[in-house]
């Protein structure tokens, strides 16, 4: 090794000793700086892990199990209403076939979430999914309740999930109590609109009440962040809707065959009788069921099956 | 300089020669269908969906063009015995390396700059398409410039990785050099682990083992900052210019190295 040669290296050598102290230097003065970001616990990984798990696409694999989830859902869920209404499908209690399996939806919520734990979509909307009823969801309103308050650990400035809280308790536990409670403290947060506090109110005084749940309702169609979430909204209000007009038919179903003494089996009875000027529609269009004196949807109808009111003894 | 600009431009042509354009095509065609696709499948998602499918898709892209470009860019030379000529002319071996890395690394600023392009276009087109609702409810703008701070930062991150393919490239194989720079590259992602490694074992060798290996492996997760971007977050201009710092600290150090092994191989 010549002369020239040496110094090259020892050059070299001391530039590397240089950098890499100004590199820990800089490591270091990173290190001071955290990112906003959340690092909860969860069940199964860290967010972390989970993001080191995928590398640098942590987003993208929250992205594609949001997407198998939704996957998941809507088949579930048109599999259990397909055989709701299969007229030769005998009661579940006598089925030889069990019920539709919604349990893998919470683990697909959860990894999503964890993956991308501001995933607003998917804790809002999991929530709907988890709380709705067989045979359109699970029924596990705790389950989504679950999800939304881990949401509030990422995001806990967000009155948005308190109001999903709240409707949670009061349309799927009618639990007015704690509903009230949850939209007051979405209430209590900053940027939350004027409604939330006179939401909080009225549960509390008229909980189950249909008027309350139409208002619940019509608040979340025009608060909601996607068209999917607002068409579900009407349907329910349509669904709030048609159970007024049920209640109504059934009023002169009732009246009509007190008068003659004699059960009322098909509309024509009605429009003779000149009690309907037309057979009645539901507000999709659709032409109400009349089956041994009662009124139903039909099972054909989007607001199949109607939903059990807060407050009420289930619906036949 | 101008030999390093001289070496730099033709490593892009030679980089172009590559047919490395033709997986911006394929990058583009796939996110526009991508974006299509999901948007029908996601509940109202398809902006946060084109923007992690865009920037994932552009890390990966950019990551391949890294490595297998990086790990080329001496060995090729080698292979087809043209660094005898190159050897032949007054160019120093250090130039001849930094002029190479430059090369690529304006080939990556080029792929990296038209993706980001076809990411906005898509984006865009999406926005004509995009309800009021949809508008409200979004967390960040539509055509935000915040991409670009998470497109920077992917940038000094694939620059690192080149740096990294080239400095193995001068001592190993072409295959034993892709395979320690993925290596190299996956550890950087959990090199923050190292870190806390005192909070779950006693021994103080371990510790200061662990904490060496911390501060010597690139911390790539640092560059990561796309779930801050899609969710609207903020990322201020210091982390972003220490973050860059110590890409570029990391990235001379390597090239100071590649350049005195190179210096010094023997090509008889």
């Known amino acids: ?316 | 300089m101008k030999t390093l600009g001289w070496i730099a431009i033709n490593g892009f042509r030679e980089a172009v020669r590559d047919k490395v354009m033709y997986s911006l095509v394929a990058f583009a065609v796939l996110l526009i269908v991508a974006s299509y696709i999901v948007g029908e499948l996601t509940a109202g998602q398809d902006v946060k969906i084109t923007k992690d499918l865009g920037l994932s898709a552009i890390g990966i892209f950019g990551l391949f063009m890294a490595i297998f470009i990086g790990i080329g860019l001496v060995s090729k030379e080698v292979e087809r015995r043209s660094i005898y000529s190159l050897l032949a002319k007054p160019i120093r071996r250090s130039d001849l390396v930094i002029g190479k890395y430059l090369g690529l690394v304006l080939t990556l600023v080029v792929n990296v700059a038209v993706m980001t392009a076809a990411l906005y276009l898509v984006l865009a087109y999406l926005g004509t398409e995009e309800s009021d609702l949809a508008r409200q409810a979004r967390e960040a703008p539509l055509l935000d410039p915040a991409l670009l701070k998470a497109v920077g930062l992917m940038l000094v991150q694939l620059m690192v990785v080149t740096a990294t393919a080239l400095f193995f490239s001068t001592f190993s194989t072409p295959i034993l050099s892709a395979v320690l720079t993925f290596l190299v590259y996956v550890a950087g992602f959990f090199s923050a682990d190292l870190r806390n490694f005192d909070q779950v074992v006693d021994s103080r060798v371990v510790q200061a083992l662990a904490r060496g290996l911390y501060y010597m492996l690139p911390n790539l997760a640092s560059f990561d900052v796309t779930a801050q971007v899609v969710h609207g977050l903020p990322i201020t201009w210091r982390y972003m210019a220490v973050t860059t710092a110590y890409g570029l600290t990391y990235i001379t150090i390597l090239l100071v190295m590649s350049a005195t092994i190179f210096s010094r191989r023997d090509f008889k």
Not at chain 1, 11 to 38: C, E, H, K, N
Not at chain 1, 207 to 217: A, I, K, N, P, Y
Not at chain 1, 239 to 249: F, S
């Open chain 1, 1 to 316: 090794m010549n002369g020239r040669s040496r110094g090259s290296l020892v050059l070299a050598v001391a530039a590397v000793i240089l950098f890499g102290g100004l590199s820990i230097w800089l490591q270091a003065a990173r290190d001071s700086m955290p990112l906003a970001t959340s690092d909860n616990e969860t069940l199964y990984v860290t967010e972390r892990a989970a993001g080191r798990g995928v590398f640098t696409h942590r987003l993208l694999a929250a992205d594609l199990y949001w997407i198998r989830a939704i996957q998941y859902f809507g088949s579930r869920s048109r599999v259990a209403r397909v055989r709701q209404t299969d007229p030769f499908e005998p009661p579940p209690s006598l089925s030889l076939e069990t019920p539709v399996s919604f349990d893998q939806l919470y683990s697909l919520l959860d990894i999503s979430t964890t993956l991308d734990p501001r995933f607003n979509i998917a804790y809002r909307f999991g929530a709907i999914f988890l709380a709705a009823q067989y045979p359109e969801g699970p029924g596990r309103p705790d389950l989504a309740v679950a999800l939304l308050k881990k949401a509030l650990i990422t995001s806990p400035e967000k009155w948005q999930y308190w109001h999903d809280i709240g409707f949670v308790y009061y349309w799927n536990r009618h639990e007015y109590r704690q509903a009230s409670e949850a939209f007051q403290r979405g209430a209590d947060l900053p940027g939350a609109p004027w409604w939330l506090r006179s939401l909080a109110a009225t549960t509390l005084v008229r909980g189950g009440d249909r008027e309350t749940s139409r208002l619940l309702w019509r608040q979340l169609a025009e608060t909601a962040e996607n068209e999917d979430a607002r068409h579900a909204a009407n349907i329910k209000l349509m669904q709030l809707d048609a159970i007024d007009q049920i209640e109504r038919l059934q009023t002169v179903i009732d009246a009509v065959a007190a008068r003659t003494k004699e059960p009322v089996t098909s509309w024509r009875v009605l429009l003779n009788a000149g009690a309907l000027r037309a057979v009645p529609r539901d507000p999709t269009g659709e032409e109400y069921r009349l089956s041994s004196g009662r009124v139903t949807v039909s099972s054909q109808s989007s607001l199949f099956p109607l939903p059990v009111e807060p407050g009420s003894s289930p619906r036949p």
